[in-house]
């Protein structure tokens, strides 16, 4: 059997309003709802649950807080969990069994609880997220053709990246974060970055990003 003929589609399902979230969940007796919220914090956190969903069978809702709050409001109400944003809440039969909010959705958080709780799967599965990286390939290409200095580019890149809430797999997220690392480590204000050409030569570093994306 090919790598492909093993592949099958993860099932991601948005969740626009509480009767879509009531249909998901009585839907699918094991499921996971997770709420995308309006920074990169959404990206990470979906990139490291999509390299568990490649290895597990788990329908995943997603919710953007911001265009679908009642949705959300919704799920806070069925739980009796605090809504955060992003945030990951697995449910059997209808009923919460674990969540995890921000910065702790991890592989640490999630691995035990995946592999005690949600079936794993044959062959990987293939992740429809929603990784539109052409933003940053024409900002990159802007800076290689001499139309932005090297300050104007990092301070465009790095708030590009701080407000991305797109659902990006684990790989574009680790790509997307190799020009200047975390844009929460730089709350001080951006000259806290230091020179763009810090890390190494900036262009030579976008052009290999660029060719990798």
């Given at each position: 059997?090919?790598?492909?003929?093993q592949?099958?589609q993860?099932?991601?399902?948005p969740?626009?309003?509480?009767e879509?979230?009531?249909t998901?969940?009585?839907?699918?007796p094991?499921?996971?709802v997770?709420?995308a919220g309006?920074c990169?914090?959404?990206m990470?956190?979906?990139?490291?649950l999509e390299?568990?969903?490649?290895?597990?069978e788990?329908?995943?809702g997603f919710?953007?807080?911001?265009?679908?709050?009642?949705?959300?409001?919704?799920?806070a109400?069925?739980?009796?969990?605090?809504?955060?944003s992003?945030?990951l809440?697995?449910?059997q039969?209808g009923?919460?069994?674990?969540d995890?909010d921000?910065?702790?959705?991890t592989?640490?958080r999630l691995g035990?609880?995946?592999?005690?709780?949600?079936?794993?799967?044959?062959?990987?599965?293939?992740?429809?997220?929603?990784?539109n990286v052409?933003?940053?390939?024409?900002?990159?290409q802007a800076?290689?053709?001499g139309?932005?200095?090297?300050?104007e580019?990092?301070?465009?890149?790095v708030n590009?990246f701080?407000?991305?809430a797109?659902?990006?797999?684990?790989?574009?997220?680790?790509?997307?974060?190799?020009?200047?690392?975390?844009p929460d480590?730089?709350?001080?204000?951006?000259?806290?970055?230091g020179?763009p050409q810090?890390?190494?030569?900036?262009k030579?570093?976008?052009e290999?990003?660029l060719?990798?994306?």
């Open positions: 059997m090919t790598q492909t003929s592949q099958a993860q099932v991601l399902v969740l626009t309003t509480p879509e979230v009531d998901f969940l009585a839907q699918y094991q499921a996971a997770f709420k309006t990169h914090k959404t990470q956190g979906f990139g490291v390299t568990f969903l490649a290895r597990h788990l329908p995943v919710i953007r807080v911001v265009d679908w709050r009642p949705a959300s409001n919704h799920v109400e069925l739980t009796g969990i605090r809504h955060q992003p945030q809440i697995l449910f039969n009923q919460p069994t674990f995890v921000n910065w702790d959705i592989p640490e035990p609880v995946f592999e005690a709780q949600v079936p794993s799967r044959q062959g990987a599965a293939q992740i429809a997220g929603e990784g052409q933003p940053y390939k024409q900002l990159m800076y290689l053709d139309q932005l200095p090297d300050w580019f990092q301070e465009r890149y590009l701080r407000d991305d797109s659902l990006r797999s684990q790989r574009e997220f680790e790509l997307l974060s190799k020009l200047f690392g975390d480590a730089y709350h001080g204000g951006l000259h806290q970055l020179e810090a890390r190494g030569d900036l030579a570093r976008v290999e990003l060719g990798q994306l």
